[in-house]
């Protein structure tokens, strides 16, 4: 690779250092041209950056940004071509450059850009010779990970490739992006935070910070959503930016690889799931297919989810996998029903699950009371939904107007909507359909019969026969409160059905 010094001293170039006589030492990856302004965004590591002035700000405060942000992004130097378009180069910049160091180069006129740039690729003949050898030892190590734990091995045989370390993590909050992975160190984990809070953690491929002094790089992994690949160099020269793309890539494919055995087991845990809420199991095969999710049949929880904003059941299931947390899953009527370790704990279960999610949780169940603990977590769901919360407990915190179990539940529905489920046996079930169609359209007799496609009338009587079989006047706010409140515990207890 060729260094800053040595190009500048190929006579037929006629390059002049202008500042930055400490940086002559930097390794020089590639040459490249633009003219375009915040000029550091195009910079992927090492390269010497070109102008004809165009991306130079006038006022001495741009022109130190802009020496600072080179720096930070990992320009190995900036070279701006005479009599074009540069503005006068202020004294502050040319102290910036020395203090950095940033070496900034005078291009004779009229040598042209492409002359600098055939003098680096032709010094990196050598250096391309080496990439393409080091690129097909990181794809080798996809194959040579071995069985175990594939992600750890892959990760440290890349780690000692590009003699950096390696962390995965979820560009949102910054957590391991594997359960394998290794936790960011403190200090860049906390400084980054800081500047995700302070701008935005950039979607470009390639973007190096300086945090807790010292050089960062954030790239994507490709393919795969909020997945950040944070690089921390451990030697002079930095890897080099095409290798690191494949190492990116390397990753990326181990984690398509893992999602999709993680896909085959999300089918299996509903499987499991349809037949265990169902009684299909006795208590030693429920606690050996417990076993095998990883889930202790000693004492576990049922999550039951509902109102995510797109929550989806495969983005669910992965994001607890990814949390570190074995689960079994079911999605049915619109519900996630989730069984994890009674270890996984409300903070968790917030940072992990969709944010406008509300959660009903059970309390400790077993495999001899997992129905039970099905119940349970619908109930809870339902309090949440009653409450404005976002996640409830079984018997713990709000509760449905004072009532704190399901079998006060059922005692209220068959006290108030028995009468009805009584009426309509062997007949179709239209008074209850009516009555939460009816209170649905905020008591709107016009609304309701377009949404039964039915005659007004008909609803009018219908209302009225509920009113005699439940003996309540429904002209009076409070009758009609206790039946939607009746009405929205039976919804939920007959999604256990």
Not at 107 to 122: C, D, G, K, M, T
Request: glycine share 8%; net charge negative; aromatic share 6%.
């Amino acid at each position: 690779m060729i260094t800053v010094a040595e190009l500048i001293a190929e006579p037929q170039l006629g390059l002049r250092l202008m500042a930055g006589a400490e940086g002559l030492g930097n390794g020089i990856t590639w040459a490249h041209t633009s003219d375009l302004p915040r000029l550091w965004e195009w910079v992927t590591g090492g390269e010497l950056m070109m102008t004809n002035g165009l991306s130079v700000p006038a006022d001495a405060a741009g022109q130190v940004e802009l020496a600072q942000s080179l720096v930070r992004a990992g320009a190995s130097a900036l070279a701006i071509g005479e009599k074009m378009h540069a503005p006068p180069l202020m004294p502050e910049f040319l102290e910036a450059c020395n203090t950095l160091p940033l070496p900034l180069i005078n291009v004779p006129y009229p040598l042209p850009f492409i002359a600098i740039a055939r003098s680096v690729a032709e010094s990196s003949l050598l250096e391309e010779s080496k990439r393409l050898r080091q690129t097909a030892r990181i794809y080798d190590l996809l194959r040579l990970a071995g069985k175990g734990s594939q992600w750890q091995n892959l990760v440290a045989g890349l780690e000692a490739e590009l003699t950096s370390r390696l962390f995965a993590v979820d560009r949102r909050c910054l957590h391991a992006w594997h359960p394998d992975s290794e936790a960011l160190p403190a200090a860049v984990a906390a400084e980054l935070t800081q500047l995700k809070d302070r701008t935005s953690v950039s979607t470009k491929n390639f973007q190096w910070h300086t945090l807790a002094d010292q050089h960062v790089l954030l790239m994507e992994i490709p393919t795969h959503a909020n997945a950040l690949l944070v690089v921390l160099p451990e030697s002079d020269p930095h890897p080099d930016a095409v290798v690191l793309l494949h190492a990116a890539t390397v990753l990326g494919l181990e984690l398509s690889r893992t999602v999709l055995g993680l896909e085959n087991r999300l089918r299996r845990g509903a499987e499991f799931l349809i037949q265990a809420f169902d009684g299909r199991y006795g208590i030693k095969d429920m606690e050996s297919r417990l076993s095998e999710f990883g889930i202790p049949a000693q004492e576990f929880q049922v999550i039951s989810l509902s109102g995510g904003n797109g929550m989806h059941l495969a983005e669910t299931h992965l994001n607890m996998w990814r949390h570190g947390f074995q689960t079994a899953c079911l999605e049915s009527l619109n519900r996630l029903h989730i069984l994890v370790s009674t270890e996984c704990t409300d903070e968790m279960l917030r940072h992990a699950l969709p944010p406008d999610a509300r959660m009903g949780i059970s309390t400790p169940t077993t495999a001899a009371t997992i129905e039970s603990g099905l119940q349970e977590s619908l109930w809870a769901l339902g309090t949440a939904g009653a409450t404005g919360e976002h996640l409830v407990r079984y018997a713990e915190g709000p509760s449905w107007l004072g009532l704190t179990s399901h079998e006060e539940g059922q005692a209220l529905v068959q006290r108030l909507l028995g009468p009805i489920f009584e009426y309509e046996k062997g007949r179709q079930p239209d008074l209850l359909l009516t009555l939460k169609t009816y209170l649905g359209m905020q008591r709107s007799w016009q609304k309701t019969a377009a949404a039964l496609f039915t005659h007004r009338q008909t609803v009018i009587y219908r209302i009225r026969k509920i009113g005699e079989l439940t003996g309540l006047d429904l002209t009076q706010t409070s009758a009609l409160a206790q039946l939607w409140f009746a009405l929205e515990i039976h919804e939920t207890m007959e999604l256990r059905e």
